[in-house]
């Protein structure tokens, strides 16, 4: 198995004062290192846009601040309308109770709830990840797909620039049937997102 994401998301401490949430967007974008919160589907692949969410929801908790960074998290529209009001505790202060409910997803546990198979699709680890798995939708095509595209990309690039240092021709050929082999490959799952 796979870990989940290479790289866990990090709130900033010092935050301006802002009058809505929506203006904390350039920081979220930045500390959710470009990718939803939640499922960790890119920004530079989003088939919908991306969102605010309030991680205590707002519905359920009015009286909060709705400008709090630490309660905003960076979410594709995918989780976040999965996500919505639910808050099966019913206790602001209780996210979960280790069976429902959520974890941020910049604590340490949440990775501990996921991991990627081979193929990229998402995989839960224990009951709490199985309940976040389905409550958040994360068995949809797409969480698989921008992963594999991710992956593809990476390792376009790393070929090429592989190919420019290599001087024998032969090795050079190889390398561009493999490159020519992964565009391909490319090609077809960003068709695929595209008819998601």
């Known amino acids: 198995m796979i870990p989940f994401r290479k790289k866990k998301p990090l709130r900033r401490d010092n935050v301006p004062i802002v009058s809505t949430y929506k203006q904390h967007i350039s920081f979220l974008m930045e500390d959710f290192n470009n990718k939803c919160g939640y499922c960790d589907d890119s920004y530079t692949w ?55 409910g959520f974890i941020d997803p910049c604590d340490e546990e949440y990775d501990k709830q996921f991991e ?7 995989k839960f680890k224990t009951n709490l990840g199985k309940w976040m798995f389905h409550n958040l939708k994360l068995h949809r095509p797409q969480h698989q797909i921008i992963w594999l595209i991710e992956q593809l990309d990476q390792n376009i690039s790393e070929l090429e620039s592989l190919s420019v240092s290599i001087s024998d021709e032969q090795v050079r050929a190889k390398i561009q049937d493999n490159l020519n082999k992964l565009l391909l490959s490319y090609r077809k799952y960003t068709k695929r997102l595209g008819e998601i």
Not at 55 to 72: A, C, G, S, V, W
Not at 84 to 91: D, G, I
């Open 46 to 100: 989003r088939t919908m846009w991306y969102e605010i969410d309030h991680f205590i929801p707002q519905k359920k908790f009015p009286h909060r601040d709705p400008t709090e960074y630490k309660n905003l998290v960076f979410a594709c529209r995918s989780c976040n309308n999965s996500k919505r009001a639910k808050w099966p505790t019913l206790n602001e202060s209780l996210s979960h109770d280790g069976i429902q």
């Open 116 to 122: 990627r198979k081979k193929d990229g699709s998402i």
